[in-house]
């Protein structure tokens, strides 16, 4: 039987504090490369270009075979080109290159992405654009991103803050969306139930890829720090196995039990 796995980066292959390769991380891809083992990196990354994170990436010695973020997919869900857009500098200078224009005054959509400084004057601001607009999209449905050891509300708290301010849904571009999943499951042509999720994110990431049928293995090398935060989650969403790191998940790999 085929196996292949999905694998996070942030707090998964990179730290979440020095922007470097987790232990075990380069080790572990390089593992899967060199048995022929199918995988798609897939990240939210919604801050840079696509081609210059896997630059990064590659620079910082991950010979990636298969990638996916969120600029993959956002055309076939973002048609207007007229938004109402938030996030880092770097974002919406992306979306710009890609073609969408961003008018606060005149918009068709409200688009959310990440960012560290958001103020409540912004939260706001995001209210009054879901009022207006015909659809509201978030960049991914991340609960929450680290940055120098904090731990920050990610896109999907975010959104589901604006849903309940403005009694409006929203779709997600990035994971844990069945659209982004199915893209990077079309890579390797596997099915669901044949594919393994490696993550740091238990709700951004996990749950819905258990929904999904997908084996789940939750790492404690990013946003969740210990076993213990995740005792609040019912028995049939607890992750098939947990690992420090993905050194220990490469140990776990070579016996083929994962």
Do not use: W
């Not at 020095?18 to 022929?36: T, V």
């Not at 999943?181 to 996990?206: C, E, H, P, Q, W």
């Amino acid at each position: 039987m085929n196996r292949g796995f999905f694998i996070d980066v942030q707090g998964t292959l990179i730290d979440d504090i020095d922007k470097k390769p987790i232990k075990g991380a380069c080790e572990f891809i390089s593992y899967l490369n060199e048995n022929s083992i199918p995988y798609v990196v897939i990240t939210n990354n919604s801050k840079n270009r696509s081609e210059d994170f896997i630059k990064e990436l590659k620079d910082m010695g991950f010979d990636i075979k298969n990638y996916i973020d969120p600029f993959y997919t956002l055309k076939e869900i973002l048609k207007s080109k007229k938004i109402a857009a938030f996030g880092t500098d770097k974002f919406l200078n992306v979306l710009q290159e890609m073609g969408y224009e961003i008018d606060f005054e005149e918009f068709d959509s409200l688009v959310v992405s990440i960012k560290q400084d958001y103020t409540n004057e912004d939260y706001a601001k995001m209210i009054e654009c879901a009022f207006k607009a015909k659809n509201l999209i978030a960049m991914h449905g991340t609960s929450t991103y680290s940055k120098e050891g904090k731990r920050y509300p990610g896109v999907g708290a975010i959104m589901s803050m604006i849903k309940f301010a403005s009694n409006r849904g929203y779709e997600i571009v990035g994971k844990p969306s069945f659209n982004f999943y199915d893209k990077a499951r079309a890579l390797i042509n596997l099915d669901f139930k044949d594919i393994t999720v490696i993550s740091d994110d238990m709700i951004g990431d996990l749950i819905g890829a258990q929904d999904l049928g997908m084996k789940t293995n939750l790492v404690l090398s990013g946003k969740v720090k210990s076993k213990d935060e995740i005792n609040s989650f019912p028995q049939e969403k607890m992750p098939n196995r947990v690992f420090s790191d993905l050194e220990e998940a490469l140990e776990s790999l070579k016996k083929g039990e994962i």
